[in-house]
């Protein structure tokens, strides 16, 4: 989020934005919504049709949640974009849009203290394909980057 609010762009206007989005789908589109920094928060467990229903209760979902960093949980067993992926995929979606800065990296804690290092592109692809393993088909992965450092940009 600081990129992006040193680019002019507000939490508002992302919300917004997102929201402008889901408006736009059809009724009989199916989506969901995965914020994460370290930790991820889903809009919901299951991808859910774009009804009106739906679609109101992202309106609500949205400016409520999808701000500040989602919490890191006891269990996780990922951290960072591969959190962000295996919630993803845990819904089983045929498409999946990606919105990064492209640092890619992984929370971990020695000796008491917390430290995030990248992580080699190779190692987070290796884990989104073990993901994959579990799912009817593989989806497909679009990455919009902002941002990016011209190295990330390249893998």
Do not use: C
């Amino acid at each position: 989020m600081r990129k992006a609010r040193n680019r002019g762009y507000t939490i508002e206007r992302i919300q917004a934005e997102v929201l402008r989005l889901i408006d736009g789908l059809d009724s009989g589109t199916r989506f969901g919504i995965v914020q994460f920094s370290q930790g991820v928060r889903r809009f919901a467990s299951f991808v859910a049709p774009a009804t009106s229903a739906n679609r109101e209760a992202a309106g609500a979902w949205v400016p409520a949640n999808l701000r500040g960093n989602p919490p890191v949980e006891a269990d996780q067993a990922y951290f960072g974009h591969e959190a962000a992926f295996e919630s993803a995929l845990m819904l089983q979606p045929d498409v999946v849009f990606l919105i990064t800065d492209g640092v890619l990296n992984r929370r971990t804690v020695a000796n008491g203290r917390v430290s995030y290092p990248e992580i080699p592109y190779e190692t987070f692809l290796s884990t989104v394909r073990r993901l994959e393993r579990d799912l009817p088909s593989r989806p497909r992965i679009h990455v919009i980057g902002f941002e990016m450092k011209d190295d990330d940009a390249a893998n």
